[in-house]
């Protein structure tokens, strides 16, 4: 039974990550407890198994059930993670590889939990800074998609002709009438458009560049990003460096894990530079995607000898920046969504009331 559910979940390994998702805290729990496991003094299979126990997720019980059975095979624990891409990214069974070579994997696997955690931490800042524009996008179309359907055509029947009712009345009604007609098709719309967005970003590479470009063009939202990618950057330096992994192996798998086309691009620029013979720095100056107070630690990191200390002091100034430019991204976006509300609001009850007002000037 287990090994048919094995074979399962790799066989519909990526529909199962979308329906079930392992997220980031029963990751970071797994790496965690792992890490305390073998401090303890247990081997990695005991260690497995003794996670095993208290989990929870079904689908991670799987995976911990397959490393298991590929350990049991002497099969590597790098290796074994390596043959579930969805859960263990390219970066975590790097550095676990590297670890046994060291010999400190737990300090490692305590320092990927670390990073995971911090991970929910900036995921749930974003979430927290995203949901109230959305609460407040979805209140706003129901309240006119309620105005329009049902309150301004019973306005509108007041009047004996269309044609007196003012322009703005007009149109209104027919948003109304074209909405009553198609409101069922909307929801599959917009469906089809998030689709469409998903499809067209994973795979075709000049609408990635277009999307990715524009990012990094928005005010204040690039300032978001630019610190997110600047926190990462220096963290997972940091990382590599601990595990004593070669530049050009962390060059190349900071490009596995950056999203954005640009710093993609610009990790592999650096790793080309730095077969070269030039320095971290050197490759850095003058790009628009790097702070200059970072090339400038990292140049002095190399001068000295000591980068990767610094480069630890330097992602955790960036991680405290990214809460207040999360907060400023914050207090630039409510005023305006607020302002376009209150505008459409004020439209919709604007076409009934121009009406009402003739309808009084008529009477008096």
């Given at each position: 039974?287990?090994?048919?559910?094995?074979?399962?979940?790799?066989f519909?390994?990526?529909?199962?990550?979308?329906?079930?998702?392992i997220?980031?805290?029963h990751?970071?729990?797994?790496?965690?407890?792992?890490?305390?496991?073998?401090?303890?003094?247990?081997?990695i299979?005991?260690?497995?198994?003794?996670?095993?126990?208290?989990?929870?997720?079904q689908?991670?019980?799987?995976?911990?059930?397959?490393?298991?059975?590929q350990?049991?095979?002497?099969?590597?624990?790098?290796?074994?993670m390596?043959?579930h891409?969805?859960?263990?990214?390219?970066?975590e069974v790097a550095?676990?590889?590297?670890?046994?070579v060291?010999?400190?994997?737990?300090?490692?696997?305590?320092?990927?939990?670390q990073?995971?955690?911090?991970?929910e931490?900036i995921?749930?800042?974003?979430?927290?800074?995203?949901?109230?524009?959305?609460?407040?996008i979805?209140?706003?179309?129901?309240?006119?998609?309620i105005?329009?359907?049902?309150?301004?055509?019973?306005?509108?029947?007041?009047?004996?002709?269309?044609?007196?009712?003012?322009?703005?009345?007009?149109?209104?009604?027919w948003?109304?009438s074209?909405?009553?007609?198609t409101r069922?098709?909307?929801?599959?719309?917009?469906?089809?458009?998030?689709?469409l967005?998903?499809?067209?970003?994973?795979?075709?590479?000049?609408?990635?560049?277009?999307?990715?470009?524009?990012?990094?063009?928005?005010?204040?939202?690039?300032?978001?990003?630019?610190?997110?990618?600047?926190?990462?950057?220096?963290?997972?330096?940091?990382?590599?460096?601990t595990a004593?992994?070669?530049?050009?192996v962390?060059?190349?798998?900071?490009?596995?894990?950056?999203?954005?086309f640009?710093?993609?691009?610009?990790a592999?620029?650096?790793?080309s530079?730095?077969?070269s013979?030039f320095s971290?720095?050197?490759?850095?100056?003058?790009s628009?995607l790097?702070?200059?107070i970072?090339?400038?630690?990292?140049?002095?990191?190399?001068?000295t000898?000591?980068?990767?200390?610094?480069?630890?002091s330097?992602?955790?100034?960036?991680r405290?920046?990214?809460?207040?430019?999360?907060?400023?991204?914050?207090?630039f976006i409510?005023?305006i969504?607020?302002?376009?509300?209150a505008?459409?609001i004020?439209i919709?009850?604007?076409?009934?009331?121009?009406?009402?007002a003739?309808?009084?000037?008529?009477?008096?």
């Amino acid at each position: 039974m287990a090994e048919q559910a094995i074979q399962k979940l790799w066989f519909f390994d990526k529909l199962l990550v979308q329906l079930f998702p392992i997220g980031l805290k029963h990751k970071t729990n797994f790496f965690r407890l792992l890490s305390v496991a073998l401090q303890a003094g247990l081997g990695i299979r005991d260690a497995l198994y003794s996670i095993r126990k208290s989990e929870t997720h079904q689908w991670l019980i799987i995976v911990i059930d397959d490393i298991i059975a590929q350990l049991s095979k002497w099969m590597s624990l790098p290796d074994a993670m390596r043959n579930h891409p969805y859960i263990f990214a390219t970066e975590e069974v790097a550095l676990l590889e590297s670890s046994q070579v060291i010999g400190n994997m737990p300090e490692i696997l305590q320092d990927i939990a670390q990073e995971l955690e911090n991970m929910e931490y900036i995921k749930q800042k974003v979430t927290k800074a995203v949901i109230y524009p959305l609460i407040l996008i979805f209140f706003t179309i129901i309240a006119v998609v309620i105005l329009l359907i049902y309150v301004v055509p019973t306005i509108v029947s007041l009047f004996p002709s269309e044609a007196e009712l003012p322009a703005l009345t007009r149109f209104m009604l027919w948003a109304s009438s074209f909405l009553q007609y198609t409101r069922w098709i909307w929801p599959l719309v917009v469906l089809w458009i998030i689709t469409l967005y998903k499809v067209l970003y994973e795979s075709l590479l000049s609408f990635k560049i277009f999307v990715d470009d524009l990012v990094l063009h928005i005010p204040v939202v690039k300032n978001v990003v630019k610190v997110f990618y600047m926190y990462r950057f220096t963290k997972l330096l940091w990382q590599f460096y601990t595990a004593w992994l070669s530049s050009i192996v962390s060059l190349w798998l900071m490009k596995e894990v950056f999203s954005n086309f640009f710093y993609q691009k610009k990790a592999l620029e650096i790793k080309s530079d730095l077969q070269s013979g030039f320095s971290f720095a050197e490759s850095m100056e003058w790009s628009p995607l790097f702070d200059s107070i970072v090339v400038q630690i990292i140049a002095l990191g190399e001068k000295t000898g000591n980068i990767g200390s610094v480069l630890l002091s330097v992602s955790e100034y960036y991680r405290r920046s990214l809460d207040t430019k999360l907060a400023i991204l914050m207090t630039f976006i409510e005023p305006i969504l607020l302002a376009c509300i209150a505008i459409i609001i004020g439209i919709v009850i604007g076409s009934i009331f121009l009406p009402m007002a003739d309808l009084v000037s008529i009477i008096q």
